[in-house]
């Protein structure tokens, strides 16, 4: 007897990944190999998230480059679609990784939380941020050079706040929860 096994779909219907939504991403390199760790390598991968977030219209809220995957937190507009950001920075630095070494650079697939509205912006920063800490990369978040986004470039010297026009678990524009560097 012959059973069909069929992977369980992990992704919600395409709607709920277009318009102004927050979202939380993690993607891992392929094999989990330690390929985050060139600078020569992040930098290049900085310049496409950051591209890709600017042609998708989406807010770069937060990112971390951990050795082996990245986290990055994402504000969308009306206008942003997710999984055509995704497949855009991964497609562009995938290929550029490939050209240059003949390996591969990603996973297959990413995971993805879609933030709901009582879910803090600044929480999940500061959770992004503090993922070298816990790990014991550097001592203080802001020490880690392959971090980045709007919400924690002005804050490398203060407290890590996030502004969002979205409503989500906001009080007045600005996040409920002032947090301060983890």
């Not at 470039?153 to 890590?160: E, K, T, Y």
Request: hydrophobic share 40%; charged share 25%; proline share 3%.
């Amino acid at each position: 007897m012959t059973t069909n096994w069929q992977r369980k779909r992990n992704r919600l219907p395409a709607e709920n990944y277009v318009g102004a939504n927050a979202y939380l991403v993690t993607l891992a390199a392929d094999d989990r190999v330690r390929r985050f760790t060139d600078a020569a390598l992040v930098q290049l991968c900085t310049e496409k998230l950051i591209a890709s977030a600017k042609v998708e219209a989406m807010e770069l809220l937060a990112y971390v480059f951990m050795p082996d995957h990245l986290h990055v937190l994402l504000l969308g507009s009306e206008v942003s679609n997710l999984p055509r950001f995704m497949k855009r920075f991964k497609q562009e630095t995938g290929f550029e990784f490939k050209r240059r070494t003949g390996q591969v650079l990603w996973q297959k697939g990413y995971h993805d939380h879609i933030l709901r509205r009582e879910e803090n912006l600044s929480d999940v920063a500061r959770y992004i941020a503090a993922n070298p800490v816990r790990a014991g990369l550097v001592a203080g978040w802001a020490e880690y050079a392959y971090s980045g986004g709007t919400s924690l470039d002005g804050a490398r010297d203060g407290d890590l706040k996030v502004a969002a026009t979205s409503g989500m678990a906001t009080s007045g524009g600005m996040a409920t929860s002032g947090m301060a560097p983890p």
